[in-house]
């Protein structure tokens, strides 16, 4: 691996160590001034809605301006919201609440442009055999900084003082900053000719790869149900789980030990089965932590399912990137990934606000229920995940570099 990968992974340790802080500080200050379902579904919805709504220009904009410059100035700028933010603590309940939609949507843009800057530079830095080895540590780290390091973090502090994860969410994403900086005048090479108006070219792409179209669309119908389940989990912790509000953060911390598991053992199993089982055997059992979700009565229950969860969505993820990222052209890969987690994690904010509703008028229980149907959708999809399938594009690549 080199340097510069070294750098991103240190980067990347801030940057989502704070993202995690953030994810639990948001439910939780909101859950402070209110217990509607509703309410709280909402402000996640506002935190996730730029996936639907900001991805297909990100995309663009990385194409044009280079990955490494965007990661630096959106991890900057979020430091500077989040400072912001303690300040808006102060405010009255009425109107802090509509603050505070209003900051997790602005957050939440500039988390589109990180997350895909960081996806769309790995591949410049790393070498195509070893994407998926390094898919593995950075989404290791990811998901121990969201929700190994962060969760219970921002659940401590937020005993402490209401402003006190924020000012400790805005040190970390300054680090990040200064961290990834030396990669930015020269790291990831940017493509000038990739206007806003380019990002048409993005879509095709997608809609031409039967792989990728599909790829993308999958991990959409996970992410009604993996969006939506987080959106109210603070409330599931008290009402269903009857335990105190502050270990919703410590379930994070579990799913983020089976993202650990998933992380370790996925690259092994890969190279002894295939893509096309991993992916399969993810849809087909991603209905069962979800379940027993559902179900669960005592905490250590729901605890198990949470490690499942993290365990099988990391097992996804690792498979689904690595292959997207080796695959695409590098000068169209911003705006091929930015549509494609337009098409993935669009549905995040539908899912938080639907489980939202749902939990307002039909029970958490009813809600975790319905996002199990959902998943057991994927059971079809998986049918229509076969090797050939992945191997066109595959092919397509190597006929182009030999063309070249």
């Not at 953060?249 to 992380?263: C, E, P």
């Not at 690792?318 to 911003?334: C, D, F, K, T, W």
């Not at 749902?358 to 149907?373: M, N, Q, V």
């Not at 399938?389 to 397509?396: A, F, G, H, I, S």
Request: with cysteine; glycine share 8%.
């Amino acid at each position: 691996m080199t340097r510069a990968f070294a750098r991103l992974q240190v980067s990347s340790a801030f940057a989502n160590f704070a993202d995690g802080m953030s994810l639990v500080a948001f439910p939780l200050l909101a859950a402070a001034f209110t217990s509607s379902p509703l309410a709280i579904g909402a402000i996640s919805a506002a935190r996730t809605l730029p996936w639907l709504l900001a991805s297909v220009h990100v995309g663009a904009l990385i194409d044009r301006k280079g990955a490494a410059r965007l990661l630096f100035g959106s991890d900057a700028a979020r430091g500077a919201i989040f400072l912001a933010l303690a300040v808006l603590v102060l405010f009255p309940a009425d109107r802090f609440l509509v603050c505070l939609g209003v900051v997790a949507f602005v957050v939440g843009v500039l988390e589109v442009v990180a997350d895909n800057s960081a996806q769309t530079l790995l591949p410049s830095i790393v070498a195509p055999e070893q994407l998926p080895r390094a898919n593995a540590r950075i989404q290791l780290i990811e998901n121990a900084g969201l929700n190994l390091l962060g969760a219970p973090v921002a659940s401590a502090l937020m005993t402490v003082s209401l402003a006190a994860p924020f000012v400790a969410i805005a040190t970390k994403y300054s680090l990040a900053a200064a961290t990834i900086r030396g990669l930015a005048g020269r790291a990831g090479r940017a493509t000038p000719e990739a206007d806003v108006g380019g990002v048409l070219a993005g879509w095709l792409h997608i809609r031409r790869s039967r792989a990728l179209f599909t790829l993308a669309m999958s991990t959409s119908l996970m992410n009604i149900a993996l969006g939506g389940a987080p959106a109210i989990m603070v409330l599931y912790v008290d009402q269903q789980l009857h335990a105190p509000s502050w270990t919703y953060g410590l379930l994070l911390t579990v799913l983020a030990l089976g993202t650990v598991l998933g992380a370790l053992v996925v690259p092994q199993a890969l190279a002894r089965t295939s893509e096309t089982f991993m992916l399969r055997f993810a849809l087909v059992a991603m209905p069962l932590p979800m379940v027993v979700l559902a179900m669960a009565t005592e905490y250590w229950l729901a605890a198990l399912a949470m490690f499942g969860w993290g365990a099988l969505e990391i097992a996804w993820g690792i498979v689904a990137v690595s292959y997207r990222q080796e695959v695409v052209p590098y000068e169209l890969l911003g705006r091929v990934n930015a549509v494609y987690r337009m098409m993935a994690w669009g549905s995040v904010p539908i899912g938080a606000l639907l489980t939202g509703v749902l939990g307002e008028f039909i029970g958490i229980a009813g809600a975790y229920f319905s996002l199990t149907a959902v998943l057991c959708a994927g059971w079809l999809v998986s049918l229509t995940i076969r090797p050939e399938v992945l191997d066109v594009e595959r092919q397509l690549v190597t006929t182009q570099g030999e063309a070249g």
